[in-house]
């Protein structure tokens, strides 16, 4: 009996319906395995939300050429110690792959202000220090939130605090160019010093260690008045992409941690990542670690 067009255009739609099918659950098979993509941070030309900033999201304003085209010259600033630091914007981590890579330290996202506490800082320390990477905490600073104390205390108790067992560095404050406003937060140098200042008695007090300090060169000049009273307490580490030596701030005599860009690779992160040298060998790297250096 002879098909009629009626009913083989049916079948055909039917086929391919089916094909269509079989198709998006594959394609949902694939996402499933392989987990979500990486959300993308907001570009540099809208402001950053309160709770979603990270290492870099203020210095990527100061720097956006650098940011733009990745900033890494050479070998230069890959050799020797090498480390990179990352928020929940960077995804899943597979922090083996990190060490494989030649990655010796990392520095994870653990605070923003008063109340924001990073999604993924518990699943990324612990895996880090399992992965047998030196690893430490950071706080990105909101000083028009709240005073330095009040962050300082939500820090130590969110994540920042420092235990002596070869691998724990101290706390970091990331204070750097804000991503969501006035370049300063709306204070003065001097009101700056103080918060900055209270932010590190109270860590100190908490920790037993002295904070870390994350900033540009730009940043604390403007917004410190070229303060020099960290200079002696605070360790710095300075955010200065592409170049093949960073500027220091005022009062500092050098740089310990050095972010040299902020488009960089290794293996186990999926896109871009902020990658940092340490000055000096691994051996002072866990001296700073348990406060023996």
Not at 111 to 121: A, I, L, P, Q, V
Not at 228 to 257: C, D, E, Q
Request: hydrophobic share 35%; with cysteine; net charge positive.
């Amino acid at each position: 009996m002879p098909v009629s067009r009626a009913g083989f255009a049916r079948r055909a739609r039917s086929k391919t319906a089916t094909l269509i099918g079989t198709l998006v659950s594959a394609g949902a098979l694939l996402l499933t395995s392989t987990g979500p993509a990486v959300a993308a941070p907001p570009p540099a030309d809208q402001p950053v939300k309160p709770g979603q900033a990270w290492m870099g999201a203020g210095t990527r304003l100061e720097q956006p050429h650098a940011s733009d085209s990745g900033g890494v010259l050479g070998p230069l600033e890959t050799s020797g110690v090498q480390g990179i630091d990352v928020s929940h914007w960077q995804g899943a981590i597979n922090w083996s792959s990190v060490k494989g890579a030649g990655i010796d330290f990392a520095y994870i996202k653990a605070t923003e202000g008063t109340s924001f506490k990073d999604s993924r800082f518990g699943t990324n320390y612990t895996d880090a220090y399992n992965a047998g990477l030196v690893r430490g905490a950071y706080h990105f600073a909101r000083p028009n939130a709240s005073n330095g104390a009040t962050q300082a205390n939500y820090f130590a108790s969110n994540g920042g605090a420092w235990s002596r067992d070869n691998k724990t560095l101290p706390g970091v404050l990331d204070i750097e160019h804000n991503p969501s406003g006035a370049m300063c937060y709306g204070l003065s140098t001097t009101q700056m010093r103080t918060w900055i200042n209270d932010f590190y008695t109270t860590y100190k007090a908490r920790t037993s260690r002295d904070v870390v300090i994350y900033t540009t060169a730009s940043w604390w000049n403007t917004c410190t008045g070229n303060w020099t009273g960290m200079s002696a307490k605070a360790p710095l580490w300075i955010a200065h992409w592409g170049v093949s030596s960073p500027n220091v701030p005022n009062g500092f005599p050098t740089w310990t941690f050095w972010q040299y860009t902020a488009t960089g690779r290794v293996g186990g992160v999926a896109g871009d990542v902020d990658r940092n040298k340490f000055n000096g060998s691994i051996t002072r790297l866990v001296a700073l670690a348990n406060n023996t250096a």
